[in-house]
């Protein structure tokens, strides 16, 4: 079960209502004066009886709502960055790898030795908490850039299925730390299957991918997907 299943699968149910008083002035000003009290809610959804707010209650509330600030990203913009949308709820970052070589890990069942491969470029996208992938020919995109199916398993048109991890998400993170934290989510998971799609390649992925090992990657294997990188951009 893959981390985006996980999360829609869970339930969130009420636990209290915290219930702020002030003087009927019809104004939040700095210096108001404010009573606050917690009623618990039990699980067949009823709110109980008042009770003091308790510095733990407020602790918890102000250590949930610091960790998720201490999550967007800042600093200097990298080069390699193409957009980027850090407001809560509106989170993507698109950015791309020039063609370069990459370690890479496979599950037994694919019969391909864990190694450096030589890959074409690719271009990321992380919007909220979902990742596609895409491949392009050439070093650097632009806007008019034929985008391609990237040619890795694991990936359903562009959708990447990132499965579990136990990368810990940065805290404080600079932009570029972001990047890494993402790409390292993708490239240190272990290949193991083909997408919806079957083969992203024009040929069997297996030998293309073998064929990497010590040679370039032959862009003619790529399938294009009819979108330009001006249509991920914002």
Known sequence: MNEL???????????????????????YRVHDKYHLELRPISPDGRMGAAIPVSHEFIGALADNYSAEICRI????????LLECNSRKGHEKYIW????????????GG???ADGEFNLPGVVYKVEKERMDIYAFK?????????????????VTQSKVCLGSTSLTVPQNPTYADWLA????RFWTSEFSHLGGKGN????????????????????EELQPLNITLKDLLS
């Open 200 to 219: 992203p390649t024009r040929s069997n992925l297996v030998i293309v991918t073998e064929n990497a090992r010590n040679a370039p990657f032959d862009e």
């Open 96 to 107: 791309y790898n020039p063609p370069g070589k990459h370690l890479m890990f496979f599950t």
């Open 5 to 27: 299943t996980t999360k829609l699968q869970e339930i969130m149910v009420p636990k209290a209502a915290l219930i702020a008083y002030a003087y009927d002035s019809n104004t």
């Open 138 to 154: 050439g070093n650097r995109p632009e806007e008019r850039t034929e985008l391609y199916r990237a040619p890795f398993f694991n």
């Open 110 to 112: 694919l019969n391909i």
């Open 181 to 184: 934290y993402w790409e390292q």
């Open 73 to 80: 990203p800042y600093g200097r913009i990298p080069p390699n």
